[in-house]
């Protein structure tokens, strides 16, 4: 248990990542949160808030917030990337330059990298190659949930058993249970699609179907998931757990997701556009519903609830005649 107080440092000011500093902080860990926004940073010293992502949860005394990234790194044992999967490489190429002996490297983004199609841990591999232990945690989480100590369980799955012991140690609370894996690929694929499904669900509801719907696209959309998973690397098991089935039904079923949320504008009639505008922050299920169905077809998996959300984020269909044309579908068997 010694290790698991030596420092963390938490990279990005966004809702989850305040969220996990938070957490720890809580915890009794040493905990530093990094922001690349000077102005945020300062505004959160001096309020001892996130304003802008978590303005109802005031930060612990003694978690500390800086700019400095060298800062952020200086002491820490364990590194924890927790921004948008368009800016991982990023962040993590930045990291790189600190790396230390004894540094292990955790991420809470869930996604698809954009442009590449990569799962996060093959851009870590391919910055930091095998010799630093990684990991990922994922799982059914709001952030605003989380930082407000509501009960909570996760995923923490990593390529290093020790590794995964001691983060989610490092992590576990009375109010926050950590499960560990160590199908790092599985657990990232349930993080990633069901982004894409989330806007699915969205869509349905914002076009007036009911419960019914609802349910029927979870059970299916869990499917195609855990089709996707497999053909990948994933154990079948791993999305029945809480960064499969978990995840897909917390995004799908409550309007603090913001990939539902985004879903819902558009079957109601707005553009794809305002949509995301009106949201404020990354919809993770845009980028990925095209590298969704683009590994779909290479694979050979059939996923058609994600194609017909990538067609109408593509503007080839509205959304009502992408329920047509699933429903157009012809008959077969519910399993196999």
Same mark, same amino acid.
């Given at each position: 248990? &010694? ?6 440092? $938490?990279?990005?000011?966004?809702? +989850?990542? #305040? ?5 720890? @902080? ?7 949160? +990094?922001?690349?926004?000077? =102005? ?35 002491? &820490? ?8 999967? &368009?800016?991982?490489? !990023?962040? /993590? @190429?930045? =990291? ?10 955790? +991420? ?14 093959? =851009? *870590? ?8 232990? %990684? ?16 009960? !909570?369980? $996760? ?8 590794? @995964? ?16 894996? !160590? ?27 009911? %419960? ?6 979870? #059970? ?11 053909? /990948? ?9 809480? @960064? ?32 995301? !505008?009106?949201?404020?922050?990354? =919809? ?24 017909? *959300? ?27």
């Amino acid at each position: 248990m &010694a290790q698991a107080q030596e420092p963390i440092a $938490v990279l990005g000011g966004g809702s +989850w990542g #305040t969220a996990l500093a938070v957490l720890l @902080a809580h915890s009794g860990q040493s905990t530093m949160l +990094w922001s690349r926004d000077p =102005v945020q940073v300062a505004n959160m010293r001096r309020a001892r808030r996130n304003a802008r992502f978590l303005p109802d949860t005031e930060l612990p005394a003694d978690l500390q917030v800086t700019h400095d990234l060298a800062q952020a790194l200086q002491q &820490a044992r364990d590194v924890l990337v927790v921004v948008p999967s &368009a800016a991982f490489r !990023t962040v /993590l @190429a930045s =990291v790189t330059h600190y790396l230390s002996n004894g540094m292990r490297i955790a +991420w809470g983004t869930k996604g698809f990298e954009p442009g590449t199609g990569q799962l996060l841990h093959q =851009v *870590v591999s391919s910055l930091v190659g095998q010799r630093v232990p %990684a990991a990922v945690i994922s799982g059914p989480t709001f952030a605003r949930e989380v930082a407000s100590g509501l009960p !909570t369980a $996760v995923t923490v799955a990593a390529t290093d058993q020790q590794f @995964a012991t001691q983060l989610a140690e490092r992590l576990h609370s009375k109010r926050f249970r950590v499960y560990t894996s !160590t199908d790092l690929i599985g657990v990232q694929v349930g993080g990633a699609v069901k982004n894409v499904l989330a806007i699915a669900a969205g869509i349905a509801d914002g076009l007036g179907f009911g %419960a019914n719907t609802r349910a029927a696209l979870i #059970t299916r959309g869990l499917a195609e998931l855990t089709r996707l998973g497999v053909a /990948l690397g994933g154990q079948p098991g791993t999305f029945t757990g809480l @960064a499969g089935l978990g995840d897909l039904v917390l995004t799908c079923t409550d309007d603090q997701s913001r990939n539902r949320r985004f879903g819902l504008a558009l079957g109601r009639g707005a553009a794809v556009a305002s949509a995301q !505008t009106a949201i404020g922050q990354v =919809v993770e299920g845009m980028e990925a519903a095209a590298v969704v169905v683009s590994l779909a077809r290479q694979y050979r998996v059939e996923m058609p609830i994600c194609a017909e *959300v990538d067609r109408v984020l593509r503007g080839v269909c509205m959304p009502r005649a992408a329920v047509d044309s699933l429903l157009a579908r012809d008959l077969k068997p519910e399993l196999g």
